[in-house]
T-cell receptor
Framework: EAGVAQSPRYKIIEKRQSVAFWCNPI?????LYWYQQILGQGPKLLIQ????????DSQLPKDRFSAERLKGVDSTLKIQPAKLEDSAVYLC?????????????FGEGSRLTVL | KQEVTQIPAALSVPEGENLVLNCSFT??????LQWFRQDPGKGLTSLLL?????REQTSGRLNASLDKSSGRSTLYIAASQPGDSATYLC????????????FGQGTELSVKP
């Protein structure tokens, strides 16, 4: 079974530029999460999708971050315009069901450096 | 608000030692607790998942315990090896929050040959 796929693995941009990250969850996984992990910290949830609907985006900085999961499979996370403090690893994770009892599977992450 | 704390932040041990990593959380209303391993520049790999009704889980040289009432979990690693060097993260899944995980800041483990 293929794991969670993310791209690009690395991205370097100037502040005020835009960037997009892509995630393909494990086949059949209904729930998809985007986490932000700043160096030296644990991951923090940005947004959670259940199929193509948003369940929780309370910690997503909506003035600059957006995310979509149009067909309930792949997802894209966009940052526009980027700030220095957005430098982090963006992790995508998925789980099979709607409940909280399942194991989360993470991708390798997309490392963003904002100069 | 659920908060997860891991102590120590970093740990260095000689090869062969048994060791314990600690995780504490402030709200016992959780579905489960997971321990993850993260290698430098990599994503998270799930090590053990303990449901709220369970007290412990074991996988190979790893044993994780959960005491929900006191808000504590420990990850025990037996006979540590250099290949165990990584950052270990614990995370809880709070009730009624859609399955999201709240993470601690991690313990960076170094096992010296």
């Amino acid at each position: 079974e293929a794991g969670v796929a993310q791209s690009p693995r690395y991205k370097i941009i100037e502040k005020r530029q835009s960037v997009a990250f892509w995630c393909n969850p494990i086949s059949g996984h209904a729930t998809l999460y985007w986490y932000q992990q700043i160096l030296g910290q644990g991951p923090k949830l940005l947004i959670q999708f259940q199929n193509n609907g948003v369940v929780d985006d309370s910690q997503l900085p909506k003035d600059r971050f957006s995310a979509e999961r149009l067909k309930g499979v792949d997802s894209t996370l966009k940052i526009q315009p980027a700030k220095l403090e957005d430098s982090a690893v963006y992790l995508c994770a998925s789980t099979r069901g709607r409940t909280n009892t399942g194991e989360l599977f993470f991708g390798e992450g997309s490392r963003l450096t904002v100069l | 608000k659920q908060e997860v704390t891991q102590i120590p932040a970093a740990l260095s041990v000689p090869e062969g030692e048994n060791l314990v990593l600690n995780c504490s959380f402030t709200d016992s209303a959780i579905y489960n607790l997971q321990w993850f391993r993260q290698d430098p520049g990599k994503g998270l790999t799930s090590l053990l998942l303990i449901q709220s009704s369970q007290r412990e889980q074991t996988s190979g040289r790893l044993n994780a315990s959960l005491d929900k009432s006191s808000g504590r979990s420990t990850l025990y690693i037996a006979a540590s090896q250099p290949g165990d060097s990584a950052t270990y993260l614990c995370a809880v899944s709070p009730y009624n929050q859609g399955g999201k995980l709240i993470f601690g800041q991690g313990t960076e483990l170094s096992v010296k040959p």
